[in-house]
């Protein structure tokens, strides 16, 4: 017999849809058990009936028994469109922001490197040349003086508003009248062991460490002799007891010149055309750790924002219009995830009620005690990750508005980044939620949904393998190719191998000076690509085929619903008919159970009711003509169905009017 498939969806379950109505031939029969109940026990059955019939029910079964808006699903609606555009102005601000520092630290690294050229900034794969190092002690000491005119002419030489970091205490070495004397000196450290002494190839070394830092200002006659020949400052260095000399190679284990400078960032292409005021700290290491004759020459920037930044811009108004534009849709976003969050909050909260409810009547009135798996079903994780992504919006949010506020801190920009990132993929994966209602697109979620245990057995097995080749890989050939130097870029390489990708480029890396590694090499490879890609893969497809195929067979053909007490009870009921008035009424609010006397708790109907009769409380007491009217008891807003709510709310009333009637 011939299966069938989503060409033709009509029968087919929504992702919502739980099998909670299915009727097994073998079920208790709850309708004979209530009518040997008494009438008040078996009409909280029956109001317990109703309640979890419409709990179970989707929005849009929801809106034609009440006619009410569905607040939420509009809610949530709105909220995608609010958030994307918040998200797409935040990622250009970002991005703006980014471009700046990256900017900044390649030009500190053309002013201060001394051969840096284009071909550094290029990120390419594998690296054209290897990492920038000087050999000699005499190309250290040209580098120390690239630096040091560097950093004295940075205001001439630049095509850009850097200048020195003032609040730096001025050096007391200089005259006043010195040209330089308002320049803040570097500060330069050095690590080094405390003695090494080598005689006859009998050598003693003291490894004890050793950091001595200087502070380096020079005169404007300084400077100029190391213009005319850079190795002049090795004797303006060994003037301060700084020595960069052969047989100081096995004692200097690195060496880092530190110094701070400022500039002002402006674009008058962005949205906020205020000047940004940045503090540059600049480390330049010279490291010499692994004592090889290779001196790697590194340098490392940290850009932050300058609250103190004094000055004014002349514009028209204080406001610009995308300024108020992005303000407004941040108070938006807030606004419309503080309601998302409270709604989905209280759902989450009348679902545990309504769970609690339904296990006490269980065990009070029939005797069964609800199992685990009854439990589960009245949590809705769709609101789970409603809350979730909520939280990280408005914490997003908060943060951004920080940053509008001129505190460009990096790490703030980082941390706003991840929450509204993470915050918009859940809101979007919160969509699959809707689409569900509709037969034809619900394929992925029931898909996902039954191959997931499946696919997390299976990946516990991969991982273990994949584990394995890792650590031998780095192990092995690591030292041999630039592919697998560290754990880190191992994982990368295998990964890219199990997409089939840069294969060719992973054999050719693999350093060839050494044959059994590069045998070894090779044949790890073969192993891995043909393990992951043949076997583990193909796997991996076939569960999600498998679970495919057995969501199919549940819309064409129908399983077996397993047997539980919760199913059994709603199912020992006819599916009601809600297009009639009269099932409608039946599932009123006042005629399901009342989970809590919160405010918040309530149904609309209740709310609607309780604040017309405080309106109405409110006319009467602030009219005096209608003072004799208002001191008759109004119970028309009191259904006598109502529940103990209802009830309190007329006492309450009542006393109210006896107040009044009082002299």
């Known amino acids: 017999m011939r299966r069938g498939g989503y060409n033709n969806l009509e029968n087919a379950r929504t992702a919502t849809e739980s099998s909670l109505f299915d009727l097994p031939n073998n079920m208790i029969n709850y309708e004979e058990r209530m009518t040997q109940l008494d009438d008040k026990d078996r009409e909280s059955l029956q109001r317990l009936r109703r309640h979890l019939q419409f709990f179970f029910l989707d929005p849009m079964q929801k809106f034609k028994i009440r006619r009410q808006f569905p607040f939420k699903l509009a809610l949530q609606i709105f909220k995608v469109l609010i958030v994307s555009l918040q998200l797409i102005l935040f990622a250009q601000l970002r991005i703006s922001h980014v471009d700046f520092l990256d900017e900044t630290v390649t030009v500190m690294r053309h002013k201060f490197l001394r051969d840096w050229n284009h071909d550094n900034d290029a990120i390419v794969y594998p690296p054209e040349s290897g990492r920038y190092a000087v050999f000699s002690s005499d190309q250290i000491i040209q580098h120390f003086s690239y630096i040091v005119t560097s950093y004295y002419n940075i205001g001439n030489e630049s095509f850009a508003s850097f200048s020195y970091d003032t609040l730096i205490p001025r050096p007391v070495s200089l005259k006043e009248d010195d040209h330089f004397a308002h320049i803040p000196p570097l500060s330069l450290c050095i690590e080094r062991i405390a003695d090494v002494s080598v005689v006859n190839d009998t050598y003693v070394f003291d490894v004890s460490e050793v950091t001595e830092c200087f502070k380096l200002n020079f005169s404007h006659a300084e400077i100029d002799k190391i213009k005319e020949n850079a190795m ?189 990132g993470l915050g918009v993929l859940l809101v979007y994966m919160g969509l699959f939620r809707y689409l569900g209602f509709f037969n034809q697109y619900n394929v992925l979620m029931l898909t996902l949904k039954k191959a997931l245990p499946n696919i997390l057995r299976f990946m516990v097995c991969t991982v273990i393998l994949y584990l394995g080749f890792l650590l031998a890989g780095w192990v092995i050939i690591g030292p041999y190719s630039i592919k697998f130097r560290t754990l880190s870029q191992s994982s990368e390489a295998l990964f890219s191998l199990l997409n089939g990708d840069d294969m060719f480029a992973t054999f050719y890396t693999i350093n060839d000076s050494n044959t059994t590694i590069n045998i070894f090499g090779k044949v790890y490879i073969y192993v891995f690509v043909v393990l992951f890609i043949y076997v583990v ?127």
């Not at 006819?574 to 989970?595: C, G, I, K, Y």
Request: include cysteine; aromatic fraction near 10%; charged fraction near 20%.
């Open 232 to 420: 002049n400052i090795r004797q303006f260095l060994h003037n301060r007891n700084i020595t960069f000399k052969a047989e100081d190679a096995l004692i200097i284990s690195r060496a880092t010149l530190k110094f701070n400078l400022r500039t002002i960032h402006f674009s008058a292409a962005s949205t906020d055309q205020k000047p940004e005021c940045y503090l540059i700290k600049i480390e330049i290491t010279f490291d010499n750790s692994r004592h090889s004759g290779q001196v790697f020459v590194r340098l490392n920037t940290l850009i932050s924002y300058v609250n103190l930044c004094n000055g004014k811009v002349l514009q028209v108004g204080p406001y610009t219009a995308d300024s108020i534009l992005i303000s407004v849709i941040d108070i938006a976003v807030l606004i419309c995830c503080l309601a998302s969050l409270l709604l989905c909050s209280r759902a989450l909260i009348k679902a545990y009620l309504l769970q609690t409810e339904t296990q006490r009547h269980f065990s009070r009135i029939l005797g069964i005690e609800l199992e685990w798996n009854d439990r589960w079903e009245f949590l809705n994780l769709w609101y789970v990750m409603i809350v979730i992504n909520d939280a990280f919006i408005i914490l997003g949010t908060i943060a951004k508005i920080s940053i509008e506020f001129r505190d460009f801190d990096s790490s703030l920009f980082t941390l706003t980044g991840i929450l509204l």
């Open 537 to 663: 893969l193909s796997l991996f497809i076939a569960i999600i085929m498998d679970a495919y195929e057995a969501v199919k067979e549940f819309c064409s053909e129908g399983l077996k619903v397993e047997r539980s007490s919760l199913k059994e009870f709603l199912a020992s009921a006819q599916p009601p008919d809600f297009s009639t008035a009269h099932v409608r009424e039946e599932f009123a609010a006042d005629q399901l159970l009342h989970l809590g006397t919160s405010f918040l708790l309530r149904s609309r109907q209740e709310l609607a009711e309780n604040i017309a009769e405080l309106w109405h409380q409110f006319r009467n007491r602030s009219s005096p003509e209608n003072s004799s009217a208002a001191a008759v008891p109004n119970t028309s807003f009191v259904n006598p169905l109502h529940s103990s709510n209802s009830r309190e709310t007329a006492a309450v009333t009542s006393a109210v009017s006896m107040t009044q009637l009082s002299p």
